[in-house]
């Protein structure tokens, strides 16, 4: 990657770069597994389900975020399904 990055923004790609490699939180694929099921049984009309802690801290940073907010697309609930 040398000569990728321009020379100022290099200390702070640095750390960046390095945090991931060392993720905090991860899905699992039991997590994977049960967000599946929970998808294939769910009766409410939810259209997403989080798999994980990173996809699930994820989620709830964007629940805050205002109408019409990309964040937001797709997380309404529908009628539920019969």
Do not use: K
């Amino acid at each position: 990657m040398e000569g990728l990055i321009p020379e100022p923004y290099v200390p702070f790609s640095q750390r960046i770069l390095a945090s991931f490699a060392q993720p905090a939180a991860v899905t699992t694929e039991a997590d994977a597994a049960e967000a599946v099921c929970r998808a294939a049984t769910d009766v409410t009309g939810q259209l997403r389900f989080p798999a994980g802690a990173d996809a699930v801290a994820l989620a709830r940073s964007s629940e805050g975020a205002p109408a019409g907010h990309p964040a937001n697309q797709g997380n309404r609930q529908g009628p539920a399904r019969t």
